[in-house]
């Protein structure tokens, strides 16, 4: 199975059904939160829900190599990040991530993705991972801009969000880049 050690105690792990109780509560929680950034939120009515969205990650992973893990402080569910479905044909991906609002602050996502874009530039071969956020999402940004991704650019009303359009920030980062921050 998928796992990665983080500096305190954190650890990645790939999603499994038998996590979506965990994961529903973290939602519950955050639901307002989230919704303010994430077109999923409302499609998660129940565990049910969460158990068919990692059952539909877990066939991705088989068939695609894109993922889904849950980030973890020993047993408890902190937060999620993956990537989502590869383009193998042009060796890039983009990156998606959410953390539980007592976790913010603490640099977990910014050391997640930095485990998450060492696999996707390593093992997976990739040269390009891109990360979309809302414009207003200061700290989302914050994680991009920390890891050096590059804003390419404002995607106007790029996404409807429940009952308005959003602005994108566009990120990336290349291989070549991302091995040259590294050393």
Same mark, same amino acid.
């Given at each position: 199975m998928f796992a990665h050690s983080l500096p305190n105690g954190a650890e990645l792990r790939l999603l499994q059904p038998y996590h979506a109780q965990q994961i529903f509560n973290v939602i519950e929680r955050n639901r307002s939160r989230l919704r303010q950034w994430l077109p999923w939120v409302d499609n998660i009515r129940c565990v049910g829900d969460e158990e068919k969205f990692i059952c539909n990650s877990l066939g991705r992973f088989a068939s695609n190599g894109a993922f889904q893990c849950g980030i973890f402080m020993g047993d408890v569910f902190v937060g999620a990040i993956g990537l989502h479905p590869i383009d193998h044909a042009n060796r890039k991906v983009e990156l998606? &991530?959410?953390?539980?609002? +007592?976790?913010?602050? #603490? !640099?977990?996502?910014? /050391? +997640?993705? #930095? /485990?998450?874009i060492d696999h996707a530039f390593g093992a997976l071969g990739l040269n390009r991972v891109i990360l979309y956020c809302a414009v207003e999402n200061l700290r989302s940004r914050a994680v991009a801009e920390r890891l050096g991704f590059k804003l390419e650019g404002i995607a106007r009303q790029s996404? !409807?969000? &429940?009952?308005?359009?959003v602005d994108w920030a566009s990120y990336s980062m290349l291989a070549s880049e991302w091995k040259g921050r590294r050393e």
């Open positions: 998606g &991530y959410w953390l539980d609002s +007592a976790h913010e602050g #603490r !640099w977990l996502m910014t /050391s +997640a993705c #930095r /485990s998450i996404e !409807w969000l &429940y009952d308005h359009f």
